[in-house]
């Protein structure tokens, strides 16, 4: 069961996680270290979001130009 102490999310939640935080069109760019790192689309704007593999948490958005 997720969200046990200790244990990893999946790459899916991290998509999850970014979704439910307003963006759309989510891909991953990197899953490897200790978070993920997607691509997404907010208002028309491009973002790379960055989540916690162990909290499934977003921990950066930054806006790309």
């Not at 244990?7 to 935080?21: F, I, L, T, W």
């Not at 989510?26 to 899953?31: G, M, N, P, W």
Request: include cysteine.
């Amino acid at each position: 069961e997720s969200g046990l102490p200790g244990q990893r999310k999946h790459r899916e939640d991290g998509r999850d996680a970014v979704r439910s935080s307003g963006f759309r069109k989510v891909r991953a760019v990197s899953c490897s270290g200790n978070r993920y790192t997607y691509k997404a689309r907010r208002h028309g704007d491009t973002f790379i979001v960055k989540v916690s593999r162990r909290s499934g948490d977003v921990i950066s958005v930054q806006e790309t130009y």
